[in-house]
């Protein structure tokens, strides 16, 4: 059963876990224009992300789509090499 989500990078992570990183590697300002959410953007608070978040399925994808989008990003992978 383990073997089920070893290729979904959202296993294990946890709602707060995303917010939290997303809000360190763009901050409020930045991450309000990516997901357009007004508790992003009028007095942010994790708290208030986070309670909206649950509670609201489409804002939720999106903000898990911005976090997939930041893995790849900055996987060292991703580092280009000189040619």
């Not at 990516?34 to 903000?63: D, G, N, Y």
Request: overall charge negative; glycine content about 4%; charged content about 25%.
């Amino acid at each position: 059963m383990a073997d089920t989500q070893a290729n979904n990078p959202l296993h294990g992570v946890t709602l707060a876990h995303m917010l939290t990183e997303l809000e360190a590697y763009y901050g409020w300002a930045q991450l309000g224009q990516a997901v357009r959410i007004r508790c992003f953007t009028h007095e942010p608070s994790m708290a208030s992300s986070l309670k909206f978040l649950r509670r609201t399925p489409w804002a939720r994808e999106q903000v898990e789509a911005l976090y997939l989008e930041m893995l790849r990003d900055t996987a060292p992978d991703r580092q280009e090499t000189p040619r």
